[in-house]
């Protein structure tokens, strides 16, 4: 499901307080990684990642590459950092972003 302007919008507000959970080195995306995208993305539902990848076509390859694997959304992409969202149908009230920063 592609996210309106409106959404990415109101994403990118909440995002913009968050650190990144998850590092990305130019190993790019092994299993280790991808348990621990799945992990954050169920329990946060809207994350930042850094991916530190210094060409700018394999850093779009290799976001392409994990947004597949995870099943995530990309939100936005800024410099080396990546914001992404996954939903989650039964999200927990202290852990999720969505929840938790939805009156700022």
């Given at each position: 499901?592609?996210?309106?302007?409106?959404?990415?919008?109101?994403?990118?507000?909440?995002?913009?307080?968050?650190?990144?959970?998850?590092?990305?080195?130019?190993?790019?995306?092994?299993?280790?990684?991808?348990?621990?995208?799945?992990?954050a993305?169920?329990?946060?539902?809207?994350?930042k990642?850094?991916?530190?990848?210094s060409?700018?076509?394999?850093?779009?390859?290799?976001?392409?590459?994990?947004?597949?694997?995870?099943?995530?959304?990309?939100?936005?992409?800024?410099?080396?950092?990546?914001?992404?969202?996954?939903?989650?149908?039964?999200?927990?009230?202290?852990?999720?972003?969505?929840?938790?920063?939805?009156?700022?």
């Open positions: 499901m592609a996210l309106s302007s409106a959404q990415k919008k109101d994403l990118k507000r909440i995002a913009h307080h968050l650190k990144p959970v998850v590092l990305v080195s130019e190993q790019g995306a092994s299993e280790g990684v991808i348990a621990e995208l799945q992990r993305l169920n329990d946060h539902e809207l994350i990642i850094r991916i530190n990848v060409d700018r076509e394999a850093k779009q390859a290799l976001i392409a590459e994990l947004c597949k694997q995870t099943g995530a959304e990309l939100v936005q992409v800024i410099g080396k950092m990546a914001v992404l969202l996954k939903r989650n149908p039964e999200p927990n009230r202290n852990l999720s972003n969505l929840l938790r920063y939805k009156e700022l």
